[in-house]
Structure formats: C-alpha cells, structure tokens
C-alpha cells in the first residue's frame, strides 16, 4: 500500500484556509483557538486541521444507516472501524493528525450505549462521520502549514484576512422560562436529597426557524471570533439520506472529553465549577480564589472526575488510573472553569472506537450515578440535546484520538437552528443562582443571533 505524501506549505491563516472550501457538502474544521499551551507534552490550542474531500461518509439516524449514501446494515460503530482500516497509512509524524476518521457521536447515541430511552424526537443524526484522507495541518505555535494527502489541490495563498462579521438575527426561543427552570432545579434537587443520585446536569435549548440567506460559515466566524477554544469545531453533512436536509455543528468547545495517544494513554479532562472573567486582571484573581474556595463547585467537580475515573476504568488496565490534576482554576475567553485531569493506560486489545463505547456521553454534562441522572435528565428536561453534550472525535491512522465535549455550540439541521445551555446541580445548588450562571454561558453564542 503506498503511503500519503506529507508536504509543509507556505503559512496561511486556517480561518482563510477554510474559505476555500465553505460550500463543500461535507468538510471537518477543527479549530484551536486561544493562546496555544506551551507545557511539554500538551498541544492544546496548538494544531488545527482541516479536512476535505471525504474518502467515505457514514450516518446514523433513526435506526437507519447510510453509508456513502447508500443504506447499508450493521452496527454503526462496526463501519466507523471498516472505514478507518481502509484508510492508507501516513509516511511519518510530521503532524499529530495527518487524516484518519472524524465526526459527531451525539447525545443519544450516549443514551443508546448506556442503555436509557430517549422519550423527545429528534432528527439530529445519532452518528455522522467521515474518513479523510486530504488533511491540512496548522501548528499555531510555529506558524507552520503542512498538506496530508495526494488529494485536493493546494490552498490559496491569500493574505491573511479578519472580515467583519455582523450579527445575525434569530428569533431564538428557550424551551424553559425562569420558572420552569427553576423548578426543574428543584426537583433536581429534592431527588439528591431523597438519595437517588448525587449530582446532575440540567440543561435547557433556545430554538430558531433558519434565518432567510443563513450562511452557517459566516455565523461560525462570529462564534469563534467572539469565544476562542481550543476544541472549537465546524462539522458539515447531511442529517440523513437526504442531501437537501442538510446538518452542521458549530461549537466553541472548552473542554476535552478523551484523548488516546498512539502508546495508549487515556486523558479526560472534565470541567465542572464556573466564574465570570473580571473587568481586570486583580478582580479575575479575585473571582479564580472565590471558585476555588467555592464548596459546591469542588463538590460537583470532584464528583464528576470520580465518575471519569469509573468511566475510564472501565477499558483501562488494572491500577494504571490517576488523578494528577484536581479542581485547578483555568481561565478561557468569557469564564473561569475548575478543571481536572484523569489518566490511565488502555487495556491491550483496545482501541479508540472502544474507548468512546464504553464512555459516552461525557460525565461533565450527565451526572452521578451516570445512568440513573441520565433517566432523570430525560424525565424533567424538555427537548432532546442533539448534538449538544455529545462529542466530536479525530481518530488517526496510527489509533490516537482526541476529543471534546460538545458544549458552546449552535446546530443547524434542516430549517431549524438550536443552542442547548446548561450546568451541574448538588444538594447545595441555588436555583436563581444556577439560572444566572446558565445564562451567562449562553450570552456569547446568543449574542451573535442579535440576543
């Protein structure tokens, strides 16, 4: 089998990269932003990849399968590992990711794996994925660009661009008022008490008609200019096999669900615990202690790495999990989030597409004991999350993964648009006090509909 040529290019900016190819039907954008982390060993913020020209695409909706467009039959998870051994090998590591499989697994595919019933509709596709072998690679540390793959011609060398993105209106409507909300937190609550779960995470969807002229590409730039993250993503497919039912995530994600190295060390890094930045840097130093000190926060947060560690057990071997990092204050674009850290080594025989299986969905975004807090989730909630608290994964040639949470985010499938928002409610969660603090984390994606 020949190998994939992997060439360095001339450095062009990959938001201006991405222009090229904005009306492809189906394309994978994955977006580092922020300042790129220099520790040795973590490359967060530093790379992002843009894939193109799918090799093969496969969906899952409805208990129906397509797979380059045509039906087929099988376990959806089974054909994600067919289309990644089909793949051709790169020649070297020039690049952490020089094409292998990308997509979407969403939240009910969560709920399907757990074993819980979804009771709400929904046409988001439970998986849509796509193997790539044309990949452009950008190091945003080193300013260098480099071109995976025999396909798909060379980039535009424009310069540099910073267009302006104006505002785009959507009559965005939540499927909570305050009220609802805050009953739905406490009854959240009273079943903690009671003793039938420990922790849960409540959310809520704002939902909108699809604007007249929509240019999802031109929103996607108004969402990562406005909240830069290291796990941003814009994924673009079809919700089905319909072509003209189109589908695509927009997501300005913080936090990392999994990552798989090619020697086979597990990563998860959940967030849990949330401070507004400050006005300057005396009172963000301020608000960072406050969270720190906060009790419900470190409880809530302490909690959900448990449940990781379990989570991630699950696949890994025997005693090789730790937790190096706990509750640790980290500041991104908007907020202060607590953050820790779980790793273990995969157990032998294993791979990526079995660490996902045995860990979706996230626990940042379910709760604890997961499985019971996810039948309650369905119960007092009032829509299905989609895409949101799902996962997007990049899964390499060489077996090594990465992922995130899908949070921060804005879904389009069809003619509809949807935001999902949300938190983490405890025993000493206050209702009003969790209605701000969702509230603040939709401001940013809200305010580029106008809200």
Same mark, same amino acid.
């Given at each position: ?22 009306? /492809?039907?189906?394309? =994978? ?8 982390? #220099? @520790? !040795?060993? &973590?490359?967060? %913020? ?61 939240? /009910?595919?969560?709920? =399907? ?8 509709? #929904? @046409? !988001?596709? &439970?998986?849509? %994925? ?85 240019d999802e590409l031109a929103v996607y730039g108004l969402v990562r200019q406005g909240s830069p993250a290291p796990f941003g993503a814009f994924l673009r497919g079809c919700a ?74 699950r696949v890994c071997e025997i005693g090789s999990v730790s937790v190096p990092q706990l509750c640790q204050v980290e500041p991104f674009a908007h907020v202060q989030h607590l ?113």
């Amino acid at each position: 089998m020949r190998s994939l040529s992997i060439t360095e290019l001339p450095w062009i900016d990959p938001w201006t990269a991405l222009q090229a190819w904005k009306t /492809a039907p189906w394309i =994978a954008f994955l977006d580092s932003g922020g300042a790129p982390v #220099t @520790d !040795t060993g &973590d490359e967060r %913020a530093r790379w992002s990849f843009l894939c193109v020209e799918p090799v093969e695409t496969l969906v899952s909706c409805h208990n129906r399968l397509i797979r380059n467009g045509q039906p087929v039959t099988g376990d959806a998870w089974t054909h994600l590992k067919d289309m990644h051994t089909r793949l051709q090998q790169a020649e070297s590591a020039t690049v952490p990711f020089p094409g292998g499989v990308v997509g979407l697994a969403s939240y /009910a595919e969560g709920m =399907a794996l757990e074993g819980v019933r979804l009771r709400h509709r #929904t @046409d !988001t596709p &439970d998986i849509l %994925a796509a193997s790539y072998d044309t990949v452009f690679a950008f190091d945003r540390l080193e300013r260098r660009c480099f071109k995976v793959g025999n396909g798909a011609p060379s980039l535009s060398l424009k310069a540099d661009a910073s267009p302006l993105f104006l505002p785009v209106r959507a009559d965005f409507q939540p499927d909570m008022d305050r009220e609802t909300w805050i009953s739905a937190v406490k009854d959240v609550v009273r079943l903690i008490g009671e003793g039938d779960i420990f922790q849960a995470n409540l959310t809520l969807r704002w939902q909108a008609a699809l604007p007249s002229g929509f240019d999802e590409l031109a929103v996607y730039g108004l969402v990562r200019q406005g909240s830069p993250a290291p796990f941003g993503a814009f994924l673009r497919g079809c919700a089905g096999s319909v072509p003209e039912r189109p589908f695509s995530l927009l997501s300005a994600s913080v936090e990392r669900f999994l990552s798989l190295s090619s020697e086979g060390i597990v990563e998860t890094r959940p967030i849990k615990g949330t401070a507004p930045r400050g006005q300057d840097p005396s009172e963000t130093r301020r608000l960072a202690e406050q969270l720190r000190q906060d009790d419900k926060e470190n409880a809530e947060n302490l909690m959900i790495t448990d449940l990781m560690r379990n989570d991630i057990g699950r696949v890994c071997e025997i005693g090789s999990v730790s937790v190096p990092q706990l509750c640790q204050v980290e500041p991104f674009a908007h907020v202060q989030h607590l953050v820790s850290c779980v790793r273990g080594r995969l157990k032998s025989g294993l791979d990526a597409f079995d660490l996902l299986r045995a860990t979706l969905p996230p626990g940042s975004v379910t709760g604890a004991p997961k499985k019971r807090a996810m039948e309650i989730i369905d119960q007092v909630e009032l829509s299905a999350r989609g895409a949101y608290c799902g996962s997007v994964f990049r899964i390499g040639r060489d077996g090594a993964m990465d992922s995130s949470v899908v949070i921060r985010s804005v879904e389009r499938c069809g003619d509809r648009l949807k935001i999902g928002v949300g938190g983490g409610i405890t025993w000493l969660s206050d209702p009003a006090r969790e209605y701000d603090e969702m509230r603040l984390k939709g401001a940013a994606l809200l305010k580029v509909f106008g809200g």
